[in-house]
């Protein structure tokens, strides 16, 4: 019988099948996904530690380990995309593998990020205009699902960066209009996540959350200013990495991605969920 994952209170879910879409080569290092859910090694963390971030010989290495988070993010938009009948229509991309002026010439991290695709681009852009929108295509600058390695853990996350500054604005108009109680209900049916602000300390564990907690939390964050991040990780250090490498990880980030779509489909900008420019 397959070992379960021990991942704190994240879902359990059943195995999801899963079967690549086909992607057309793109002329960037942007990879194709595997024939199917791959789980992954000790090299794979390995070739992100710090002694092998910098060096280039270590690349066709880490392309391993980022074509298998491209695979397990285009599994989660496929499954996306059948739990939301076509309503949520997103797409995934993967980082550099290979040191490069971008990263700062070191990979100390690898992610997959699904994020809202053309057609909802498009109409973000007919919103906000088009000078605010001329950056839009940027992946990082629209909120994201997001599965990551680092050198001592695996990820799951749902990200607003500071350039994403309009999700978060929309987020913070829904909850001056609606009240915190909705925000705080999806966050907290999230157990073993915490909610966390930039680059600061202080964290709000889901789960746990009353009003209070949303209140300071709202006091000080400001889309634009700060990141906004709701993340869970499940420790992957050196000696420590048996439960990282379980056959059954990757089907079960496929299934906590799709965990996190009802609190994307909540904060996130949308026709169903239109506050940018609330009063």
């Known amino acids: 019988m397959p070992r379960r994952l021990e991942w704190g209170r994240l879902a359990r879910g059943p195995a999801i099948a899963y079967r690549p879409r086909s992607m057309a080569t793109q002329p960037d290092a942007q990879p194709r996904p595997l024939a199917g859910l791959t789980p992954f090694e000790e090299g794979d963390f390995h070739v992100l530690s710090e002694a092998l971030s910098k060096d280039p010989q270590y690349n066709d290495r ?39 002026a971008f990263n700062h010439m070191r990979v100390r991290r690898l992610w997959a990020y699904i994020c809202r695709g ?29 599965v990551a390695l680092e050198a001592d853990f695996i990820e799951v996350s749902l990200r607003i960066h500071k350039d994403a500054w309009y999700d978060g604005q929309n987020l913070v108009n829904r909850v001056r209009k609606e009240g915190s109680a ?47 991040t709701v993340e869970s990780r499940l420790p ?18 496929v299934a906590e991605l799709v965990r996190l779509v009802p609190l994307y489909r909540f904060m996130v900008w949308s026709k169903e969920s239109d506050f940018l420019f609330s009063r």
């Open 236 to 253: 992957a250090s050196v000696g420590m990495r048996a439960a990282a490498l379980g056959p059954d990880v990757p089907a079960q980030l």
């Open 118 to 146: 053309k057609k909802e681009k498009t109409r973000l852009k007919q919103v906000i205009g088009p000078e605010l929108a001329k950056d839009l295509d940027a992946a990082y600058r629209n909120a994201y699902l997001c």
């Open 182 to 228: 909705g925000w705080m209900a999806e966050l907290n049916r999230l157990g073993g996540y915490r909610l966390r602000m930039d680059d600061w300390k202080g964290e709000w564990p889901c789960g746990k959350l009353d009003s209070d907690r949303i209140a300071e939390y709202l006091k000080y964050y400001k889309p634009g200013d700060h990141s906004l």
């Open 62 to 100: 880490r392309l391993v380990a980022r074509r298998k988070l491209g695979t397990i993010a285009e599994a989660a938009v496929e499954a996306i995309d059948a739990a939301t009948s076509g309503e949520v229509a997103l797409l995934q991309r993967t980082s550099l593998h290979q040191p490069h």
